[in-house]
């Protein structure tokens, strides 16, 4: 059990997605009084009222500043207090090359800048808190080149700079800054690519990660929680693989090139 979270107050945006779902109910799990912050509102209520008390869905478009503080605003009063955010929304809008203007500033606005937002509505709670935990989502898409896609590799490779920024500035208010960089993990984007096939989908990933799977929502959850605790509390500004190995693959993948010259 992780140390220091039993009792605090955390607001996870993107909370109704799959991955988010997954963070939400290991948060719940480990005693966190969890507001799920989404624009989903028929998932993010049902997650809500799966979980019960200490549990809190607030319908919250993060692009728009007026809807992240009046969720901030509740959940302070309605748990005591903020203490935890995890910046995990965002938006999957990419037409690589072809991608117009309007779509980076979109992409851009949910991915990058809402995170700001959010931030700045918190930081007054954990301010008042004593200080605080602060988990973004990256991506493995951040560290490099993805055939077709520009928006979101950018995009995530800039929150990885931002969380550093981010710590920078948070450190004299006790506030740490961290981020979580998944591999492929089972979400709602390969449930219905894959039409729901997980094994297929295990498959079609094993060649690029080391374990030979997906991730499960899970398990992203537990090194969201280990950032959040009193076990990292000497960790600020840093970036945690949560990919199966797929960071530490190289071209050649899991594959003994050499002997095959041989052949």
């Known amino acids: 059990m992780f140390q220091g979270l039993e009792g605090r107050s955390a607001i996870v945006t993107g909370g ?4 988010g779902a997954g963070v939400v109910r290991a948060m719940h799990a480990a005693g ?17 009222d799966s979980l019960g008390h200490g549990a809190r869905f607030v319908r919250t478009d993060i692009t728009d500043d007026g809807q992240v503080r009046a969720c901030v605003a509740m959940a302070a009063e309605r748990h005591g207090g903020v203490h935890f955010l995890v910046n995990l929304a965002c938006s999957y809008l990419d037409q690589g090359f072809a991608s117009p203007r309007a779509d980076w500033l979109a992409a851009f606005n949910v991915n990058v800048a809402s995170a700001v937002a959010m931030l700045q509505a918190v930081h007054p709670h954990m301010v008042a808190a004593g200080g605080g935990a602060v988990v973004n989502f990256t991506s493995i898409s951040a560290h490099v080149a993805q055939t077709g896609r520009w928006l979101y590799p950018v995009g ?3 929150m990885a700079q931002l969380t550093r920024s981010m710590a920078m500035d948070m450190a004299a208010d006790g506030i ?3 981020s979580v960089s998944p591999g492929w993990t089972w979400s709602a984007v390969m449930d219905r690519l894959s039409g729901g096939d997980r094994a297929r989908t295990d498959r079609v990933a094993a060649p690029f990660h080391l374990l030979g799977r997906v991730g499960d929502p899970w398990e992203v959850a537990q090194v ?3 950032l959040c605790s009193e076990h990292a509390s ?3 500004g840093a970036d945690y693989a949560v990919d199966g190995g797929y960071g530490a693959m190289g071209p050649e ?11």
């Open 176 to 178: 740490r800054v961290n």
């Open 253 to 263: 993948r899991a594959v003994a090139a050499i002997p095959q010259l041989m052949e």
């Open 156 to 158: 995530k490779a800039a």
């Open 234 to 236: 000497f960790v600020t």
């Open 32 to 48: 966190v009084k969890v507001t799920i912050a989404d624009i989903d509102e028929a998932g993010g209520q049902a997650l809500a």
């Open 16 to 19: 109704a997605t799959l991955i």
């Open 224 to 226: 969201v929680l280990f």
